[in-house]
Structures are given as structure tokens and as C-alpha cells.
């Protein structure tokens, strides 16, 4: 298995620790399948760890010492990699897209995070969190459009996203807001900026209605592919799981609107609720 390229450790804390894992495994003689086997994980894991494409946790960090003769370092280290602005559910997948080279994203039920607008990320936060004080949201919102800032690059990453009709027609934030956010949404798919299709309620039954599907392609490392729930989220990295989720999404792109369809709903809707008449 090729190793990664060589990381800045200046670049984050999770870029050094995975610096210093790869020096320590090679040091060691050991290739990824073989400290992979040490840890009952695989050496994509190991490999992905050394990428900074997934988190070390300190169960990890502990077995790493052991293996690799490190004394205690990873484990006093991995806490400050750790660190992150993002519910502990999601910070891992946040930190993954973050390095992505290509998005792939059906949402089910509301805009996607990297294509939300303020106002609609303040009342989806608000909807999950109706308790929460206002700092707390403001910290929440503050972070996600951190996150939109990688569509700052003209080019990188890839986003292709499927959205459901029935996140568009529900009226999160009110009319106003709404109609804010498709028109961003429809700006940036004007601007080629991202893929955007729209999985009408005519195409009936599919393969992804359980919930949503993030698939993320990296430049060093195994693709990933995140699933989410209320409170909850999993990265997957098993390679025969991630090529059926892979034909997962494009079955749900068949079944879509074309772009250009797609566009062209997306701004109608925009206008309905800017004119408070929508259907």
C-alpha cells in the first residue's frame, strides 16, 4: 500500500501526529498491514490515520505506544489532534471534508451544511437545539459557515449534491429565509461552482430512504463515506461497503432532475417564497 505524501506538521496538530506515526511505523519496520494487524484494524486505518483523513483516539494512541515502543507519546499527544469546534458526532467527518478532493451528498431532509446559508444554518441549529443558549447556536452556526469557506476555492473540492424536493418545500426558518437559501444554492450552481440535483417526489421509492449519504474522495487516501443521524454520525472506510454507496448515489443521480431541470426548480421555488406564493 503506497504511504501518503509528506504532511506540514505545521498545519495542524493531527497533521504532526500523523507525520510522527508514519516516521514511528517505518522506524519500526512495520508496513500498515502489519501495525494495522497489531491494532485488529486495517492498514487502510492506519494509513488514513497517518493522512489526517481520520481522528486517533486515545484507545488507538495507547495501542500505537505499545506496538511502536513509543513510551506514552501518542497518547499524550492525541488529545490536542482531538481538539475540534464540532459536536463530537460530526467533528471527524468535518475534519475529513475539509481535506476532500470530491464531495458527494444526498440530504433527505435539509440544505447541506457547505451549501447553507447563515440564516438557514441558524434555524436548523435552533430546531435541533430549542434550549440551547444563544451563544451556543451562535458558536454552532459560527462553525458551519467556517465550514462553507472550502467553496472559496474555484475548483476543489467536487461537490455534487442530491437534494430531495422534500428539503426544499420544507419551511425551515420562514419564507424569508428560504427563499435566501435557494438562491444561494441556485448562485452556486450557476456560478459552476457545485453539482446540484434535485430528487423529485415523482421518481417514488429509492435506495437511499433511510437517510442521508456523504461520500468523500482524498489525494492520499481511501475514500470515505459518512452516514448521520439525530445526534449521531459514522465514518465507514471498508472498501466493499464504500463502492456500494458509491452505486447508491449514482442510482439516486439517475433518478434525479438534470442539472440544468434542477436549477430551474430550485430558483422557481425561490421566487414562490420571496412572493409568498408558493403552491
Not at 506540514?8 to 514511528?24: C, F, I, K, N
Not at 458526532?89 to 446559508?117: C, D, K, S, V
Not at 452505486?247 to 425561490?270: G, M, R, Y
Request: with cysteine.
Amino acid at each position: 500500500m503506497p504511504g501518503p505524501k509528506d504532511l506540514d506538521p505545521s498545519s495542524s496538530p493531527r497533521a504532526l501526529l500523523g507525520a510522527e506515526l508514519r516516521h514511528a511505523r517505518e522506524k519500526a519496520g512495520l508496513s500498515q498491514e502489519d501495525l494495522g494487524n497489531r491494532l485488529f484494524v486495517s492498514g487502510t486505518f492506519i494509513g488514513q490515520m497517518e493522512a489526517g483523513t481520520r481522528r486517533m483516539q486515545p484507545e488507538y494512541a495507547r495501542l500505537l505506544d505499545e506496538a511502536l515502543g513509543t513510551g506514552d507519546f501518542f497518547q499524550r499527544n492525541c488529545g490536542a489532534a482531538a481538539k475540534s469546534r464540532y459536536p463530537e458526532h460530526f467533528a471527524e467527518a468535518a475534519e475529513a471534508e475539509a481535506i476532500a478532493t470530491a464531495i458527494r451528498h444526498y440530504a433527505p431532509m435539509l440544505i447541506p451544511g457547505l451549501l447553507q446559508t447563515a440564516a438557514y444554518a441558524r434555524a436548523v441549529n435552533r430546531a435541533f437545539a430549542p434550549t440551547a443558549p444563544e451563544e451556543t447556536i451562535d458558536e454552532w452556526v459560527d462553525g458551519r459557515m467556517e465550514r462553507t469557506r472550502l467553496l472559496g476555492d474555484p475548483t476543489k473540492p467536487l461537490l455534487w449534491a442530491v437534494l430531495d424536493e422534500a428539503a426544499l418545500r420544507r419551511e425551515t426558518g420562514g419564507r424569508v429565509v428560504m427563499a435566501e437559501a435557494l438562491h444561494h444554492v441556485a448562485d452556486l450552481a450557476r456560478r459552476s461552482r457545485v453539482i446540484v440535483q434535485v430528487l423529485p417526489f415523482s421518481a417514488g421509492a429509492h435506495k437511499s430512504m433511510d437517510g442521508s449519504l456523504k461520500l468523500m474522495d482524498f489525494e492520499d487516501a481511501p475514500p470515505l463515506a459518512y452516514f448521520e443521524g439525530p445526534g449521531t454520525g459514522r465514518l465507514e472506510d471498508d472498501p466493499a461497503t464504500v463502492v456500494q454507496l458509491r452505486f447508491t448515489f449514482e442510482l439516486l443521480t439517475a433518478s434525479a432532475l438534470s442539472p440544468e431541470k434542477s436549477l430551474a426548480l430550485i430558483e422557481t421555488l425561490a421566487q414562490d417564497y420571496a412572493h409568498e406564493e408558493l403552491p
